[in-house]
């Protein structure tokens, strides 16, 4: 059986940072890309990795391109 990747970190830090540059609430980006406010929390908090699918719903509710998170997660780094 195939193991859950671990939660990164700075993806977490570099999503909440977004986040809060974008002026919205955990519940309301969450409400926007389609999952729940917790499971949000557990990604920020780097409790938990998201799957591929989570994150490309995540970054186009910030209107953020892919290049912008990753910029995110080096300087969360």
Do not use: F, K, N
Not at 2 to 10: H, L, T, Y
Not at 38 to 65: G, K
């Amino acid at each position: 059986m195939a193991r859950s990747p671990a939660p990164d970190p700075a993806l977490g830090v570099a999503m909440r940072q977004l986040r809060e540059d974008s002026g919205l609430s955990r519940e309301a980006l969450a409400y926007q890309a389609g999952i729940t406010p917790s499971a949000l929390a557990r990604i920020e908090l780097a409790q938990s990795a998201p799957a591929w699918d989570t994150v490309r719903r995540v970054i186009a509710a910030l209107d953020v391109p892919l290049s912008g998170l990753a910029a995110a997660v080096e300087a969360a780094e």
